[in-house]
């Protein structure tokens, strides 16, 4: 007798525990479609940003998640009124234990709202370089140059300094090349410039800058600065250091490089 009362005191806690897996799989199914659709339809309209809407999907998809949340609390006996009351008398003590999730949450709103960087964009964020891949209501999501997934949290993102390698359409390459100091310094810069004004690449305005710019324990520097498209500021800068060095060498103009002398006293 004791025994049936005990499974019959059991079952309704296990069928609503099976009711809340079922509710949580379901719910999560529909949140991951809610966050997708939202994202497809919004990235259809052709005036719309893609960091925006990959935003606003994320918000989709939790709002679901927040709903499957109060559902499953339901089946247990904790109705939605009595769920708003706890967490009203309880928001300082939820607010000092979410803390940095609800900074993060909030940082992600303010990225959105200034937009210091979007999706696709070629960032280093406090000393961290990468491609933005991801921005959601909690993180931001980078790949490094060499497939590396990097997580920073829009707390740590919104507090620390932004540098955006893609917020402009043009960039400035600037070049440093040494040489012998036995060799004509106007001679090599002829050559820099004959180089840069010949790659399609660089930009006649503003102009190539080719100048002498440091006297060095070994080498005299010369530092060009060229202008070009942002997406071509490697390649550039990768071609013309090869066609300089190329060059250089068919000129004999010599790249010296730091070395020793001994220096041998008399006996």
Known sequence: ?????????????????????????????VASWA??????????IDQMDATLSNFLASMAKWAVLLIV?????????????????????????????LQGTLSDLA???MLILFRPYKLGDFVSINGTSGTVVDLNLFVTELVTADNVQ???????????????????????VDLVFGIDYTDSS????????????????????????????????????????????????WELKFALTKAVKEAFDANGISIPYPHSVEIQKKA
């Open 1 to 29: 007798m004791e025994m049936s009362q005990e499974l019959g005191g059991i079952w309704p806690l296990l069928l609503n525990a099976g009711k809340a897996l079922a509710v949580i799989i379901i719910g999560w199914m």
């Open 35 to 44: 966050g997708s659709t939202v994202r497809k339809r919004l990235n259809s």
């Open 69 to 97: 949340l109060v559902m499953v609390l339901g089946l247990f006996g904790v109705q939605a009124t009595s769920l708003v009351a706890v967490l009203g008398a309880a928001s300082l003590a939820i607010g000092l234990a």
């Open 107 to 109: 940082a992600g709103f």
């Open 150 to 172: 990097i997580i920073v949290p829009n707390g740590q993102a919104w507090g620390s300094i932004i540098t955006n390698f893609s917020a402009h359409d043009t960039r400035r």
């Open 186 to 233: 106007d001679a090599a810069m002829k050559i820099i410039m004959d180089l840069a004004e010949a790659e399609p690449r660089v930009m006649q305005d503003p102009a190539p800058w080719v100048r002498v710019t440091n006297l060095g324990e070994s080498s005299v520097d010369l530092t060009a600065r060229l202008w070009c498209k942002a997406e071509d500021y």
